[in-house]
């Protein structure tokens, strides 16, 4: 699923980024709000579940940035994207700034930002970008650093879709539909197993009527004859039953007693073979 990061704005783009970051990294990411952040949207101190080499985790102190560029601001994405990193990484180099004698040098570093640049070898904007941070990695100190570009962002909120379901921008109609009817994704195993169902009834009842039935009568149409019969026989109900032991008259077979199983119509009767039945 395709995510259009340029209808968050700027403030909920860093609030997607932080919650990216604790679902990617741990519980153990700090994230900050709005105001002076020191160039931070989240940091970290310690072991976190992130590998970008095959050196392991990154361990040590490490910081997120996010960089939202609103869509229609330029053409060349890239570029600007570059700007704005040689400007951060320009500020912890700065020693007379604040950022450099009151904030601390990161160890790791995260750039996260919705524009997509190009994946072109050498000349696309990835690998300017990486070329880039790798020209500051040495002056800064860098062990570890990654661009969560628009293109990676969409793959972490499809391997994580509690994160997206947080943003009413992501929420589509089938998601609402989903929710308000959580049973309509399974319409079709229901109704095969309910036909199951209704096919197992028939056939055992259909079993019963062919144990009962002499073998030259076991037909489709004797079968389906009896059903008709007995729905449509007028007074099938009390008369059926045989109340007759409680005042009323009834249809019993012949030789049961009224108390005993008299559960027999006419046509039961009938097609049982037995003599019809006789009112009482």
């Known amino acids: 699923m395709a995510y259009d990061l340029t209808q968050l704005g700027e403030r ?13 990294l741990g519980p153990s990411v700090r ?24 050196s392991g985790p990154w361990v ?12 229609g601001a330029g053409n060349n994405d890239a570029q600007w994207l570059r700007r704005q990193i040689t400007k951060e990484l320009g500020a912890w180099l700065d020693t007379s700034g604040r950022r450099a004698t009151e904030g601390r040098a990161p160890e790791y570093l995260i750039i996260a930002t919705n524009v997509p640049p190009s994946s072109v070898a050498r000349t696309g904007g990835i690998d300017r970008t990486e070329c880039l ?3 500051y990695a040495g002056r800064l100190g860098l062990k570890g650093w990654a661009v969560w570009d628009a293109n990676q962002i969409t793959m972490y909120l499809n391997a994580y879709p509690d994160v997206s379901a947080r943003f009413a921008q992501f929420i589509t109609p089938g998601d609402v539909l989903a929710k308000t009817f959580p049973g309509a994704g ?3 195993r229901a109704h095969s197993e309910t036909s199951a169902a209704n096919r197992s009834g028939r056939t055992s009842g259909r079993a019963r009527f062919q144990r009962r039935v002499p073998a030259g009568r076991r037909s489709r149409r004797a079968w389906r004859s009896r059903e008709r019969g007995l729905r449509r026989r007028p007074g099938l ?4 039953h045989g109340r007759a032991g409680q ?22 009767c009938h097609l049982l073979g037995g003599p019809p039945a006789v009112e009482v």
Request: contains cysteine; glycine residues 20%.
């Open 12 to 24: 909920s783009f860093e609030d997607l980024m932080r919650a990216l970051a604790v679902r990617t």
């Open 31 to 54: 994230a900050f709000g709005d105001g002076p952040d020191g160039g931070r949207e989240a940091v970290f101190d310690g072991r976190v579940n992130y590998v970008t080499s095959s």
């Open 60 to 71: 040590g102190y490490g910081v997120m940035q996010a960089k939202y560029r609103r869509s």
């Open 133 to 135: 941070l790798t020209g």
């Open 186 to 188: 399974r319409p079709a």
């Open 237 to 240: 109900g009390p008369a059926f």
């Open 247 to 268: 005042g009323g008259r009834g249809l019993v077979c012949p030789g049961r007693a009224p108390g005993g199983g008299r559960r027999r119509a006419n046509m039961g």
